[in-house]
């Protein structure tokens, strides 16, 4: 009776963390919050260059432990930005996904193609040695992109080559959280808000982008509901400052998100609500 008992309690509280974001990755200190400052960062970015935020989105396979570890020093979250639907042929593991597994080209990315997300099995070891490299860097987070594949494929386009369904797309984030968790890591939903109702408790935060611009941020605005981060980034080559400052700010911060305006390529430009 006692094992029985005791077991049901772990059970409650394995549950507990899940649901409250229990991988946070912020035994350093580094907690982040709804209206945490934030910056996304896909250049040239190492620990020489002075960050003023307290949450920052850096590339998963460039950014180096002394860099993650000076930024800690500083009091900032580190978020490993991971693509995990595409395969990108200048990553050093790009050789290890077997051919089945790749699809058609990305658009716009030459260099990137779409990944068989159904397919978990055959992904799993790559992914899982991609995930203990972010834990060993001492990443806090990861932000996997490119997992809504189905999106490319509605309405029969099969842009993908695999002709992805949402349910796929569900797989594979229930996946990717249990591993990301396993590892003392946060995770955050990327775009697909049209799922949010039913991951808002499994997902830590959430990333969404030109959300305000094409009227879909109010589909994650359950997040900072139940108090957990939103990160909203609007693009220039859609919108111009006043119009972020006018028609974005306002509503941010009303709903507690976290919202900035960048360049498309994500370099140091930052435009940020007062």
């Known amino acids: ?17 899940v649901s409250c974001g229990g991988g946070s990755g912020d035994d350093n200190g580094t907690k982040m919050y709804v209206g945490s400052s934030f910056d996304w960062r896909l ?8 960050l003023n935020v307290k949450v920052i989105d850096v590339d998963a396979f460039w950014t180096t432990k002394e860099s993650i570890d000076a930024w800690h ?39 990137e193609r779409f990944l068989d997300i159904r397919d978990i099995e055959a992904l799993k070891p790559i992914m899982i040695k991609r995930l203990d490299m972010i834990k060993e860097k001492g990443f806090d987070s990861i932000e996997p992109d490119n997992i809504d594949l189905y999106v490319w494929d509605l309405n029969d386009a099969n842009k993908t080559g695999f002709n992805l369904k949402e349910e796929d797309t569900r797989k594979y984030m229930d996946f990717l959280i249990v591993e ?33 611009k094409f009227g879909f941020a109010d589909e994650v605005k359950i997040y900072t509901d139940k108090n957990k981060p939103v990160f909203a980034t609007e693009y220039t080559d859609l919108m111009d400052e006043e119009e972020f400052l006018r028609d974005v700010c306002p509503k941010a911060k009303l709903w507690g998100f976290t919202a900035i305006l960048k360049n498309r390529d994500l370099d140091s430009f930052v435009r940020r609500c007062p």
């Open 1 to 17: 009776m006692k094992k029985i008992l005791f077991n049901y309690t772990i059970g409650l509280i394995s549950l507990f963390l």
């Open 73 to 111: 020093n500083d009091g900032i979250h580190v978020i490993a930005y991971l693509s995990v639907g595409t395969v990108e042929e200048t990553r050093d593991d790009a050789e290890d996904f077997p051919e089945a597994l790749i699809g058609n080209v990305y658009p716009n990315f030459p260099e």
């Open 43 to 50: 250049d040239d970015i190492d620990e020489s260059i002075k």
């Open 180 to 212: 990301a968790h396993k590892r003392g890591l946060s995770i955050g939903q990327k775009n697909t808000t049209d799922l949010s109702l039913e991951y808002v408790d499994k997902f830590d935060w959430a990333l969404v982008e030109s959300a305000f």
